[in-house]
T-cell receptor
Framework: ETGVTQTPRHLVMGMTNKKSLKCEQH?????MYWYKQSAKKPLELMFV???????ENNSVPSRFSPECPNSSHLFLHLHTLQPEDSALYLC???????????????FGPGTRLTVL | AQSVTQPDIHITVSEGASLELRCNYS??????LFWYVQSPGQGLQLLLK??????LVQGIKGFEAEFKRSQSSFNLRKPSVHWSDAAEYFC????????????FGSGTRLLVRP
C-alpha cells in the first residue's frame, strides 16, 4: 500500500449505531487530519493530530471522537450520529503541521458515510 | 475573516478548448496557494502550489496557475482540455499566520463536451 488509505470506503449506519473510520498513511508523516466534505459546502477541517497529539478540534460535536494511536494511524469513532452527518470523510497527512513549501497534504480516497 | 471563493460552481468546455478556473481569497497575510483536483470516488490530488518566486507556476497534467497579489487571485489554466480532466477542482489557501489550516473554496465542477 502506498500513500493514504481509508477504510471502509462506504458506510451506512443508523442513528444509534457505533462505528469507526480508519485511516493509514504510509508516507512517514507526522501530522494527520480529518476533513468533512458535504454536498455544496467547502471541505471542513475537523481534527488535526501532530505526533499523535491532538492539536486542533474545530468545534466538532462530541459524537465524533478521534483517536491517533501512532503516527501512521488515525481513527474517527462515530456514535449517535444525525442524518446531517452524512458526508464524505477525508483523511490527510503531511510531513508536519507547519505551513511550508515542503508541507503538502496528501489525501486518502475518503469514506462515504450515510446516516439513516 | 479568511475565505476562499470559487465563483463558478460548474463550467462546461469542449475537449481541446482552453480552460480557466477562478479563485479569489480574502485576508491580508501572506498566502500559500494550492489547487487540488478530485475525480469521482477519489481523494484530492495536488495539481500545483505557490509559495514564493515566479508568480506563474506549472503543475501536473499540463495545468498552470498565476498568482496576482493585486487581485487576490490564483486562477488555474490549461490550454487544451482533455476528456479525462472532467473532475472537481478546489482552490485552497494557507495563510502564514494560521499555520497549517488549509482553507478550501467550495469547488468548481468541470464538465468536458466531446
Amino acid at each position: 500500500e502506498t500513500g493514504v488509505t481509508q477504510t471502509p470506503r462506504h458506510l451506512v449506519m443508523g442513528m444509534t449505531n457505533k462505528k469507526s473510520l480508519k485511516c493509514e498513511q504510509h508516507l512517514g508523516h507526522n501530522a494527520m487530519y480529518w476533513y468533512k466534505q458535504s454536498a455544496k459546502k467547502p471541505l471542513e477541517l475537523m481534527f488535526v493530530y501532530s505526533l499523535e497529539e491532538r492539536v486542533e478540534n474545530n468545534s466538532v460535536p462530541s459524537r465524533f471522537s478521534p483517536e491517533c494511536p501512532n503516527s501512521s494511524h488515525l481513527f474517527l469513532h462515530l456514535h449517535t450520529l444525525q442524518p446531517e452527518d452524512s458526508a464524505l470523510y477525508l483523511c490527510a497527512s503531511s510531513q508536519d503541521r507547519v505551513a511550508g513549501a515542503w508541507n503538502e497534504q496528501f489525501f486518502g480516497p475518503g469514506t462515504r458515510l450515510t446516516v439513516l | 475573516a479568511q475565505s476562499v471563493t470559487q465563483p463558478d460552481i460548474h463550467i462546461t468546455v469542449s475537449e481541446g478548448a482552453s480552460l480557466e478556473l477562478r479563485c479569489n481569497y480574502s485576508y491580508g497575510a501572506t498566502p500559500y496557494l494550492f489547487w487540488y483536483v478530485q475525480s469521482p470516488g477519489q481523494g484530492l490530488q495536488l495539481l500545483l502550489k505557490y509559495f514564493s518566486g515566479d508568480t506563474l507556476v506549472q503543475g501536473i497534467k499540463g495545468f498552470e496557475a498565476e498568482f496576482k497579489r493585486s487581485q487576490s487571485s490564483f486562477n488555474l489554466r490549461k490550454p487544451s482540455v482533455h476528456w479525462s480532466d472532467a473532475a472537481e477542482y478546489f482552490c485552497a489557501v494557507v495563510w502564514m499566520d494560521s499555520s497549517y489550516k488549509l482553507i478550501f473554496g467550495s469547488g468548481t465542477r468541470l464538465l468536458v463536451r466531446p
